[in-house]
């Protein structure tokens, strides 16, 4: 599989991590010797009666979210990229995220510590994973038109919007060709507004809560654009429901300010 094709979400486990795991039996989360590809982005929904689980932390039925917008809708954005994206990456990290809940509830004392480290290591990147596309996805589907409380804290915090604009165009390029993510958070902590990129699904401010998400990942433009990221952003900005992402800054400020009023 080519490499702007391939679904990053495929790639659960290290050959020796997935080796590891066969010795010790845990022929359900690796059927065969594929490795890399031990469980892939078409794995079934778990079954009905897993929902019966008394975890709730790894109850493995975490579902796929419908698109909030009809997949052929996007200024700019192929129905058959953006479907694809949503079906095969998103919800490819969905599945995957239930198969390795599953295995993280049957871990006891005799599960071997770096089967744990390696379920975990799984665990946060498709739990992320999860998180960050039904952020990106929710935040699509606009008319690209900023306006509203967003428009002055993007001031205040940058001086202009245009120059926060340049930043994260930038701090998205500065992703092309690789993996990760382009997002503007709020720093619950602090009240600020961040801008920052994550280089997998792993790496994100650690006290922020998503306000926009840009998904960098190849698998977001190159369908239509091929390598040239900058006309995928472009195409990005077009499609921006700022109204969600006001939403999410209200929610933000408002769980801030709970949470520092807390502190004092
Ligand atoms: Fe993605």
Redesign the pocket.
């Known amino acids: 599989m080519s490499r702007s094709t391939r679904n990053p979400f495929d790639s659960l486990l290290t050959r020796r991590e997935a080796l590891a795991i066969l010795t010790v039996g845990s022929a359900a989360l690796v059927a065969g010797s594929a490795g890399l590809d031990a469980i892939d982005s078409n794995a079934a929904e778990p079954s009905a009666d897993h929902d019966t689980s008394p975890s709730t932390a790894l109850g493995g039925n975490n579902a796929v979210i419908p698109l909030p917008f009809a997949a052929g809708s996007l200024n700019g954005l192929s129905e058959r990229m953006i479907t694809s ?1 949503h079906d095969n ?2 919800g490819g990290a969905v599945r995957n995220l239930n198969r390795i809940e599953q295995e993280l509830s049957r871990i006891n004392a005799d599960t071997p510590p770096p089967i744990v480290a390696a379920l975990r290591d799984r665990e946060l990147t498709f739990r992320n994973s999860k998180t960050l ?1 039904e952020a ?1 996805f929710a935040n699509l589907g606009g008319n690209g038109r900023r306006s509203g409380a967003i428009e002055s804290a993007i001031a205040a915090a940058y001086g202009t919007t245009a120059r926060w604009e340049e930043q994260i165009r930038l701090t998205a390029m500065g992703l092309a060709g690789g993996s990760g993510w382009a997002i503007l958070g709020f720093e619950l902590d602090t009240g600020v507004l961040r801008t920052f990129a994550g280089g997998n699904h792993t790496q994100v401010l650690a006290t922020s809560v998503p306000l926009l998400v840009m ?1 960098m ?1 190849e ?2 433009y190159q369908m239509d654009f091929g390598a040239a990221a900058a006309k995928y952003i472009d195409a990005f900005f077009a499609n921006v429901n700022w109204d969600e992402v006001n939403r999410r800054l209200e929610r933000a400020r408002r769980a801030s300010d709970a949470l520092r009023g807390a502190k004092a």
Do not use: A, E, G
């Open positions: 994206h990456n998103y596309h990106y998904d990942y698998h977001s």
